[in-house]
């Protein structure tokens, strides 16, 4: 007699348990905000505005970076006479250097950018909700 109440106390709590926790996912997937936030994960638009804003961060530290060296390598199939003997190969190396301040007002300027595609961003997401 004793060990069939134990079992229906236990049967009862661990129904009452699972009820609980049914209902309280049930009322968290139904509410508004979740709907909100499904479905600014899954707008296009809002999703491309913010990767074009992710990029832009991307291009502030390339924008005040110096530009990538050249080097020309030239191979003469038959050697060349010149003044100071002959010449097989011609080798050349060349770095730009941008004028003063250039690399500055190009860095402010993709941080201008950035702070633009982040506005938009904002922009697409406040007219989502």
Do not use: C
């Not at 970076?65 to 050349?92: C, H, N, Y």
């Amino acid at each position: 007699m004793q060990h069939n109440i134990r079992l229906r106390l236990f049967l009862t709590a661990t129904v009452a348990i699972t009820w609980s926790i049914i209902s309280i996912f049930a009322q968290e997937t139904d509410s508004l905000s979740h709907y909100l936030e499904v479905a600014g994960r899954n707008n296009p638009g809002l999703n491309a505005d913010f990767l074009t804003y992710k990029a832009s961060l991307e291009k502030v530290p390339q924008a005040g970076s110096w530009p990538d060296p050249e080097l020309d390598i030239g191979f003469f199939l038959k050697p060349m006479d010149i003044v100071g003997g002959r010449q097989i190969a011609d080798f050349t190396l060349m770095q730009m250097f941008p004028w003063f301040g250039t690399k500055k007002t190009a860095q402010t300027e993709a941080t201008h950018m950035a702070r633009m595609a982040y506005e938009q961003f904002r922009e697409t997401r406040d007219n989502l909700y």
